[in-house]
């Protein structure tokens, strides 16, 4: 075999799982939010819960987008863990179509129609209307001509007649059961390395189709494939919370029960599968119809992953209660880390989801960051009430800290943002992308706004002057307008727009305003009549004005997130 032919394959490889990953992306992009809402809308229903998984699956043709997808919707607390498990088992069936994808590019030459696609597709790229429907066709056309490649590659490699290839594999005795485990292990191996079931079901198609792997070692290998696809999504998992790990975990659990089972009946089963197709596993090579029988092989493999992912599917589905036991039995919580530092509850690192999907998680961070900025406002009315300087300086220091949290907080979602609007997006989720990035600005500004008038407060206390007791009155009255425009942002981030009354925030804004020039013309007049110094009466209108302009940046928050703009003064 020459160097050139093993570029041709390594590179019709990288070619099929360009094209599946282009495709993939497509779809995603096109049916974004629709499958979100797919998911989100889960009942407690496991059948429901499968032919959900199954559909997205053979949607998005991705298993690894699915179950990446169903872990981060645990994480975000949208699904519950038995809910998770059956979308899983439904994606382990809806990624089977890609093998008969597969198996139907091997059986005859598809290359010839994907050139007119290109064509297609180049028109449709350069129309801005279409771009995402080109994109699909170039990536259904990528996937087949390196499919087709592929075929043509395994063809001029003639593996049939290179005796060293025939030597390492028959070297192997096809009927131990050694064997079918190291080939399990073999087939595991290369899916973790390689990241791409796909990849290795594609060789595995070629080896079997020109008669150097017997269909035992090619099923074999399928098997393993199905174990290493877990890895991606526990991968994902590591920096998740517990329950998003129980669902990664679920999911390996279910591949490995499933080849453990068959392998008990290894050959019966196999041999049924070869019956549906009408494979003779027995048939030589001096039979004339040898050829016929062995194109027939993609087949095979095809059937035979199909038939283990339901057949496991329908063993397992009466026990979706026990293998959540297990799980979580296997998977214990964390111990919580002090609510004061600094972490990312929902925006995994490491493995970058859908567009779609990562937008999801930075609005459950952005809902988190909220609530934590709103924590920081109770600590800053707290700290008002303290008279006692010890105290007062332990809730200032963790303000302090607090304001720390929130600067990295604002930078680390806007890095993760930054990342999403790389890749190519919807108009629809350009626009949300911008208005989450405003609204982490307005909340940092609160969070700053928050820690000044804690300064103020400390001020006055190292000043050793006080306020008066009329003051400090007024101080909890704003204080008590800005504590429900808090609420009210609050309220909108954890509910959906249709039921939220935007105009509430904005008349809490008017009358924080309202109460902010009653008082500052009543502090003037205060002043003037000696009532308090004009030191304390300029402490206590910082107070106020940075209360003011707290309600501001809620009011920014707000139409950021409603996409809806009010005229105030």
């Known amino acids: 075999m020459s160097i050139w032919i093993f570029f041709k394959l390594i590179g019709s490889l990288a070619l099929l799982m360009f094209g599946m990953k282009s495709m993939s992306d497509s779809l995603q992009k096109m049916a974004g939010p629709q499958l979100r809402h797919v998911l989100g809308a889960m009942t407690t229903n496991r059948f429901t819960g499968i032919l959900t998984g199954t559909f997205i699956t053979a949607a998005v043709q991705s298993s690894t987008a699915t179950t990446v997808m169903t872990v981060s919707f645990v994480n975000a ?3 519950t863990l038995a809910q998770a498990i059956s979308v899983i088992m439904g994606a382990n069936i809806g990624t089977t179509l890609t093998a008969w994808i597969m198996s139907a590019g091997f059986s005859f030459n598809i290359t010839d129609f994907v050139w007119p696609a290109f064509f297609i597709a180049i028109i449709l790229i350069y ?93 074999a290998l399928v098997m393993g494939e199905n174990i290493g696809t877990t890895v991606t999504s526990n991968i994902a998992a590591l920096t998740a919370n517990t329950q998003a790990r129980r669902a990664a975990f679920a999911h390996m659990l279910f591949n490995m029960f499933g080849v453990l089972w068959v392998l008990c ?53 009466g026990f979706i209660p026990q ?53 920081m406002f109770g600590m800053v009315r707290d700290l008002l009430k303290e008279k006692d300087e010890k105290n007062l300086l332990k809730i200032f220091s963790r303000i302090e800290k607090y304001e720390g949290i929130s600067d990295n907080m604002e930078i680390e979602i806007a890095k993760y943002l930054d990342q999403v609007s790389d890749a190519h ?33 400390n001020r006055r206390v190292t000043g050793k002057e006080d306020f008066t007791p009329q003051q400090y009155e007024h101080i909890h009255q704003m204080f008590e307008l800005t504590e429900s425009a808090l609420e009210q942002m609050n309220y909108m981030f954890s509910h959906n727009k249709e039921n939220i009354d935007v105009n509430r925030s904005f ?63």
């Open 265 to 317: 009946i290894f050959k019966p089963f196999i041999d049924m599968v070869c019956g549906f197709v009408g494979y003779n596993e027995t048939m030589t090579k001096a039979d004339p119809n040898f050829l016929a029988n062995t194109a027939k092989l993609s087949f095979v493999l095809a059937a035979f992953h199909t038939t283990f992912n339901v057949a496991n599917t329908l063993v397992l589905v």
């Open 507 to 569: 008349n809490i804004e008017n009358e924080i305003n309202n109460f902010r020039n009653q008082l500052k013309t009543q502090n003037i007049n205060d002043v003037n009549s000696h009532s308090y110094t004009y030191a304390i009466g300029t402490m206590y209108m910082d107070i106020i004005q940075e209360c003011e302009k707290l309600g501001d940046y809620v009011v920014n928050v707000v139409e950021a997130r409603m996409n809806t703009r009010q005229h105030y003064v």
């Open 425 to 457: 997006l919807s108009d629809e989720t350009k626009a949300k992308i911008r208005a989450m990035l405003r609204e982490i600005s307005e909340i940092e500004s609160i969070g700053d706004s928050c820690y000044n008038i804690a300064r103020t407060v």
């Open 323 to 375: 293998i959540k036991k297990i799980v979580c039995k296997v998977i214990r919580p964390k111990k919580q880390n002090d609510e004061d530092d600094f972490r990312l509850r929902f925006i995994q690192t490491g493995i970058m989801k859908t567009a779609e999907l990562s937008v999801l998680e930075a609005q459950k961070e952005i809902c988190s960051f909220s609530e934590r900025i709103q924590r």
């Open 127 to 219: 129309s801005k209307k279409r771009k995402i429907l080109g994109d699909f066709i170039f990536g259904v056309s990528f996937m087949f001509l390196g499919l087709g490649t592929l075929r043509q590659t395994g063809i001029d490699m003639d593996l049939a007649h290179n005796q060293p290839v025939l030597a390492f594999f028959t070297s192997f005795d096809p009927n131990s059961f050694t064997t079918t485990l190291v080939f399990l292990l073999i087939g595991s191996v290369l899916t973790m390395c390689v990241q791409s079931s796909a990849a290795i079901m594609a060789i595995t198609m070629i080896l079997c189709s020109n008669g150097v792997l017997p269909i035992y070692q090619g099923i």
């Open 77 to 79: 607390g949208l699904l």
